[in-house]
T-cell receptor, first 114, second 117 residues
Framework: DSGVTQTPKHLITATGQRVTLRCSPR?????VYWYQQSLDQGLQFLIQ???????AKGNILERFSAQQFPDLHSELNLSSLELGDSALYFC?????????????FGDGTRLSIL | AQSVAQPEDQVNVAEGNPLTVKCTYS??????LFWYVQYPNRGLQFLLK??????LVKGSYGFEAEFNKSQTSFHLKKPSALVSDSALYFC???????????????FGKGTKLSVIP
């Protein structure tokens, strides 16, 4: 058990809809990362938050946004969903800004767009 | 820009035989290197990392990896494979060069390891 909790485990919705994915990091970890995993693109970094502040952005679409709350949990919001957004979304956490420390991954949210 | 390559999509090995999963990287400065394993329907699990020092790094579940700066490689190895080692393995790199501008990890595409009984 990594200590990172993601909810829900599965999400099925339709094109054009909006969903929110939730992540609780490991106790004591200040950084939260979001990744998208798909068969064709592999594991793509989306965004990182450190202690409530956005730290780095990767390949995140403008339709997607995230935030980290004072209790350090994070939410990833996906809007105007398209079929191509179907993927596994992972949250990971680490103690600091992510220098030489490993990231600890949750078990992901599988998003299916119908 | 930092990058990592896992040249083999799949590796098959017989149980009890040694296994190697290959990884090469490209960075401007010195690398931080990581190996992760992913089992079906699970998140990635950290196996081991190279930051500095001894080129041979030992990790979880009997895995080890050898850092080779001249070949820019960080191959994952295990002396005797188990059926339970069958999973997807990811190599990741971070460039420590100050001008790299990012603390982010770049992951390889993954290598599917199948250990045959």
């Amino acid at each position: 058990d990594s200590g990172v909790t993601q909810t829900p485990k599965h999400l099925i919705t339709a094109t054009g809809q909006r969903v929110t994915l939730r992540c609780s990091p490991r106790s004591g970890d200040l950084s939260v990362y979001w990744y998208q995993q798909s068969l064709d693109q592999g594991l793509q970094f989306l965004i990182q938050y450190y202690n409530g502040e956005e730290r780095a952005k990767g390949n995140i679409l403008e339709r997607f946004s995230a935030q980290q709350f004072p209790d350090l949990h994070s939410e990833l919001n996906l809007s105007s969903l398209e079929l191509g957004d179907s993927a596994l979304y992972f949250c990971a956490s680490s103690e600091g800004v992510g220098d030489n420390q490993p990231q600890h991954f949750g078990d992901g949210t599988r998003l299916s767009i119908l | 820009a930092q990058s990592v390559a896992q040249p083999e999509d799949q590796v098959n090995v017989a149980e009890g035989n040694p296994l190697t999963v290959k990884c090469t990287y490209s960075v401007s400065g010195n690398p931080y290197l990581f190996w992760y394993v992913q089992y079906p329907n699970r998140g990635l699990q950290f196996l081991l990392k190279y930051i500095t020092g001894d080129n041979l790094v030992k990790g979880s579940y009997g895995f080890e990896a050898e850092f080779n700066k001249s070949q820019t490689s960080f191959h994952l190895k295990k002396p005797s494979a188990l059926v339970s080692d069958s999973a997807l393995y990811f190599c990741a790199v971070r460039d420590t060069y100050a001008g790299a501008g990012s603390y982010q990890l770049t992951f390889g595409k993954g290598t599917k390891l199948s250990v045959i009984p």
